[in-house]
């Protein structure tokens, strides 16, 4: 097991599969040592996470939203990187949107749920720069989607 996933483990989280692409789009893009990966939508086990914060959501179970996209993003990287998640170097940003009323501010409250997540688990390699977005809908009805980029070695 990788030192990533153990700390991952350690946390109570194994990467799933990478998700497959809803529509005609590549999950990632590998430039170099940078990783593009496309937006991750909120959904576990379980299935998707729907809800607009603000209406029929809390920003605390947005922040729980956002983690999962989180996982899914590292899932992607994973698959991006050959299966060796280590070759992580840092996350370099994070881009999320919120399914969110127009009076809704806490946005930043939502993505800190993937934020957070991030540095509990790389540690400074999971700092980042980060944009936190309200949208008036997002795919599927889902609370929250966030995109990424990575640093690889």
Do not use: W
């Not at 109570?12 to 170099?32: I, K, Q, R």
């Not at 280590?86 to 749920?113: E, M, Y």
Request: aromatic share 6%; glycine share 10%; proline share 4%.
């Amino acid at each position: 097991m990788s030192v990533i996933e153990s700390k991952l483990a350690e946390l109570g989280v194994t990467l799933p599969d990478a998700p497959a692409p809803a529509a005609n789009y590549v999950p990632y893009v590998v430039a170099g040592d940078i990783v593009y990966v496309s937006g991750q939508i909120s959904a576990n086990a379980d299935g998707m996470i729907k809800g607009k914060l603000g209406a029929d959501m809390e920003a605390e179970a947005g922040a729980d939203a956002a983690k999962t996209c989180v996982i899914s993003l590292l899932a992607q990287l994973k698959a991006a990187c050959g299966g060796d998640i280590d070759r992580l170097v840092r996350v370099v940003k994070l881009t999320g949107f919120v399914n969110s009323t127009a009076d809704f501010g806490d946005q930043p409250k939502v993505i800190n749920g993937a934020s957070d997540f991030l540095v509990a688990a790389l540690g400074d390699k999971g700092r980042h720069a980060r944009s936190a977005v309200s949208a008036a809908s997002l795919p599927f009805g889902v609370a929250v989607e966030i995109e990424a980029i990575f640093q690889i070695k």
